[in-house]
């Protein structure tokens, strides 16, 4: 594809298996990792995506590309075999793949390479969505966008370049399936991040952080919990989405 487009503008979409249930990988990479399939899955990956890096640079393209690298979710917690975990881990973040609001499932990294246009190392707190690749990438190519119907996303090229310091969105909106569980309010004058979650769903056991005994957790019905008034929590200091916050303890 690279030497066939190497002299003209080129898309060129890839989504890895690797890492998603079932997990598989060849006999090269199989026990490499000391985190199991899992990991051996994602030695796979970052190995194929080192090879796309190779061919996009050996064909003297790598100042002349944005390459963009992300999931599209977080890890799916409730995939285990006995006591390996086989769809991915969020750390510090509560929740996971299919489960509304909570950081656990949403908040995933955006990797973003361009030699020569973006700086290297540079490192940007802000929220963003996997809704922006289609407006920057229509910017990149000159285009314009459609006047029809509402669009969603924003283009990310002034924040990746610096040239403003916080993302166009100040609000997200987070469902699961069709139903609405959370928002997220980015208060452009601080720099906080807060979100109310209207909609959380019941894990099972309850204190497991997952839905283990339905193996997926539900997005209405008796499956969650609605809260009136909404859990509220402040991201930039509580990431964890560990302490609510309530009349007492939400500041002014």
Same mark, same amino acid.
């Given at each position: ?11 060129? !979409?890839?989504? /890895? ?10 006999? #090269? !990479?199989? &026990? ?6 899992? &990991?051996d899955n994602v030695e796979e990956m970052d190995w194929m995506v080192g090879q796309v ?15 963009? /690298?992300?999931?599209? +979710? ?19 973040? #509560?929740? &996971? ?10 908040? @995933? ?7 020569? @246009? ?20 229509? +910017? ?26 916080? =993302?166009?969105?100040? *609000?997200? *909106?987070?469902?699961?399936? @069709? ?15 807060? #979100?109310? +979650?209207? @909609? ?15 193996? *997926?957790?539900?997005? *209405? ?18 990431? =964890? ?12």
């Amino acid at each position: 594809l690279f030497c066939r487009n190497k002299h003209k503008p080129f898309l060129l !979409f890839l989504s /890895f298996l690797h890492s998603h249930t079932p997990l598989l990988t060849t006999e #090269k !990479f199989l &026990g490499r990792s000391r985190h199991g399939l899992y &990991g051996d899955n994602v030695e796979e990956m970052d190995w194929m995506v080192g090879q796309v890096l190779d061919a996009i640079d050996k064909e003297g393209l790598k100042d002349t590309t944005l390459v963009y /690298f992300a999931s599209d +979710h977080g890890g799916w917690l409730e995939r285990q075999e006995g006591k390996r975990q086989l769809g991915g881990w969020n750390g510090i973040y #509560k929740g &996971g793949k299919g489960m509304g609001g909570w950081e656990g499932g949403i908040r @995933v990294p955006g990797i973003f390479r361009w030699p020569g @246009v973006l700086p290297a190392g540079t490192v940007i707190d802000e929220p963003t969505s996997l809704m922006d690749i289609y407006p920057t990438v229509v +910017h990149l190519a000159g285009g314009a966008l459609p006047q029809d119907r509402v669009i969603d996303g924003r283009d990310l090229l002034p924040l990746l370049r610096g040239t403003v310091a916080h =993302s166009e969105h100040e *609000f997200l *909106f987070h469902y699961c399936g @069709v139903h609405l569980h959370a928002v997220r309010w980015h208060q452009k004058n601080t720099g906080a991040v807060w #979100k109310a +979650h209207y @909609v959380t769903p019941i894990f099972s056991p309850p204190t497991a952080g997952a839905c283990y005994d339905r193996g *997926f957790c539900p997005c *209405f019905g008796d499956g969650v919990t609605h809260h009136e008034p909404p859990l509220l929590f402040e991201l930039s200091q509580d990431p =964890s989405e560990a302490k609510p916050l309530s009349a007492d303890t939400e500041p002014l």
